[in-house]
């Protein structure tokens, strides 16, 4: 049965409140009192089962709300990510492309230099080494990584740290527990 009701508090708004139906012998049982169990009862008890009803919707759409909000920032990251990868994936490309006249072998420094024509060209000597004598305009230092992506020269301490913690991890996965939550145990010195 369901029943109409206005919330004191928020006469423009009404909520619809559901109530048990009524029957004068539930499970074949005749009642005691037909009228206490049958009887509307205080309309303020309408009332009061509105507002629980209203404040169960308003907190189901507050969760739903606060849930979606979660995922839009997953979706920003995950964009934001995409982007960074296209971004890394097109400087690697450029900078396999640049001229060569060395094979270069990952795990080693490049330095990446620029002639008045435009063309960007690898060299194995710094900027440092060649001193004032430096011949074209240095662009950059990259070092060739075993997956043959360039880490810019300001990257590369963070990214060996992270590859020597990928590779302990590795090393020692045998000795992992058989847990599968995250255990950072051991991973920092």
């Not at 080693?108 to 060649?130: A, D």
């Not at 301490?157 to 045998?174: G, H, P, R, V, Y």
């Amino acid at each position: 049965m369901d029943r109409t009701v206005s919330l004191p508090n928020q006469p423009d708004k009404t909520t619809t409140v559901t109530l048990v139906e009524s029957s004068s012998a539930p499970s074949g049982l005749e009642l005691v009192s037909s009228y206490q169990t049958h009887r509307v009862g205080d309309p303020m008890d309408l009332v009061s089962l509105a507002a629980q009803v209203q404040r169960g919707d308003d907190f189901i759409k507050a969760n739903a709300c606060n849930r979606l909000t979660v995922i839009a920032d997953q979706i920003r990251y995950l964009q934001e990510q995409a982007k960074k990868v296209l971004e890394e994936a097109k400087r690697d490309a450029d900078l396999h492309h640049a001229a060569c006249n060395i094979v270069k072998k990952p795990g080693n420094m490049y330095y990446l230099y620029e002639r008045q024509s435009g063309q960007k060209y690898f060299s194995i000597i710094s900027p440092k080494e060649w001193g004032q004598s430096c011949p074209h305009m240095f662009v950059g230092a990259f070092k060739l990584q075993h997956d043959m992506s360039w880490t810019p020269i300001d990257e590369v301490e963070k990214k060996d740290s992270e590859i020597a913690i990928m590779d302990k991890l590795l090393s020692q996965q045998i000795a992992l527990p058989p847990y599968t939550g995250p255990s950072f145990k051991g991973l920092s010195d």
